[in-house]
């Protein structure tokens, strides 16, 4: 194939191909080098040049016939071998089988199409989570074209029939013996092109936009929740419905609470002193402040639940806890004062009071003897 590129190459596809793999991949690229996306870049241009010529080829069948065979659409200019003929006959008895055990013949595109859902990541802040919020969101779609409501045609005129199959969105052609019907490649199984293009959306019907949004978060949301916003994606083919936007949660790390379910935890530090004489302490609740008994005598590790401190359950029900967990922290630095103190305690302690110490330790007294 002298001269150009391959044009299963341009499209990035497979020689087997099905249409509907090849309307697909030409589509993809036809929204990526469109003029319109990329104005003044003669690269992208010629690009899309290149993407139209091979779909045109690819999407007729007589055309993708005689391509497959002899490396171009016009027999005697250079010959590429036999592989075309393979896949160009499997897509042949692809149609004939399915029109047999369908009812029907080729695979028609016609008809109104939903347009594509839409995914946004969208990250807020713990408290935001716990209160619930609303966000402003700015989403890139494709909209049905103002100019021609979604036609492709100028202003003033019409989509024509298609001459290369009178309407019928199917063209049929002859393989020996057989007669087979496939998807017309001009009008793409319309019935009817669009002579006189849109000067808006170049003939394709839609426009790229940008779309604010405003997002209701209900209180109580975490990491993973999907909002679905319906009829928000992207704009229907042919007068079909619109796709819908799911809008998916990250809910950003706090410094101080950790979430289990609507349950909070948090670690409070204590001193040996509040732990050993107990203390009543405030400590930080995802809405304020809250006050916290500390028995004598706890250990470190040693979990106190209060009710309703926690976060809002998404679905209504209820409220979950702040569980407050305390670590006894030892001091670093002692003054000479507290240093003293400590070594009259420690006199004066000879064990008493510390009956996990003692427990050890005649544990170890047993095993060793």
């Not at 319906?230 to 790390?253: H, M, N, S």
Request: include cysteine; charge should be positive; charged fraction near 25%.
């Amino acid at each position: 194939m002298s001269g150009k590129r391959d044009f299963y190459e341009i499209l990035g596809i497979d020689r087997d191909a099905s249409p509907e793999e090849i309307k697909k991949a030409y589509r993809k690229l036809a929204h990526q080098h469109h003029p319109d996306k990329n104005a003044g870049d003669r690269s992208a241009e010629e690009r899309f040049k290149e993407i139209s010529e091979a779909y045109e080829v690819l999407s007729t069948p007589e055309k993708r016939q005689t391509y497959d065979r002899f490396g171009t659409t016009e027999p005697g200019r250079g010959v590429e071998g036999f592989g075309g003929f393979e896949s160009g006959f499997g897509s042949i008895f692809d149609d004939i089988f399915e029109g047999f055990f369908s009812g029907r013949t080729g695979r028609s595109t016609r008809g109104a199409q939903r347009g594509a859902d839409l995914r946004y990541n969208l990250e807020i802040r713990f408290e935001e989570a716990a209160t619930g919020v609303e966000k402003e969101i700015v989403i890139p779609r494709l909209e049905t074209c103002h100019t021609c409501r979604g036609g492709g045609a100028k202003p003033g005129s019409q989509p024509i029939v298609c001459r290369a199959c009178r309407g019928t969105g199917h063209v049929r052609f002859s393989q020996g013996f057989l007669t087979v019907s496939q998807t017309c490649g001009q009008c793409r199984g319309e019935g009817r092109v669009v002579e006189h293009p849109c000067g808006t959306c170049r003939g394709l019907g839609q426009i790229k936009a940008e779309r604010t949004l405003t997002v209701k978060i209900p209180a109580g949301v975490e990491t993973g929740t999907r909002l679905k916003l319906a009829g928000e994606g992207e704009a229907g083919v042919r007068g079909g419905p619109p796709g819908d936007l799911y809008v998916v949660i990250t809910v950003q790390e706090h410094p101080i609470f950790l979430r289990q379910g609507d349950d909070l935890y948090c670690e409070i530090p204590i001193s040996f002193t509040q732990a050993a004489l107990g203390a009543q302490m405030e400590i930080p609740t995802i809405s304020g402040r809250a006050v916290l008994k500390i028995p004598p005598g706890s250990q470190t590790g040693a979990e106190f639940r209060i009710k309703g401190k926690g976060l809002p359950n998404v679905r209504g029900y209820g409220r979950g806890d702040l569980v407050a967990r305390i670590f006894v922290e030892v001091p670093t630095h002692l003054t000479a004062k507290q240093r003293d103190l400590l070594e009259q305690y420690a006199r004066l302690e000879n064990g008493a009071g510390s009956p996990l110490v003692q427990g050890f330790w005649e544990k170890v007294k047993a095993l060793f003897g």
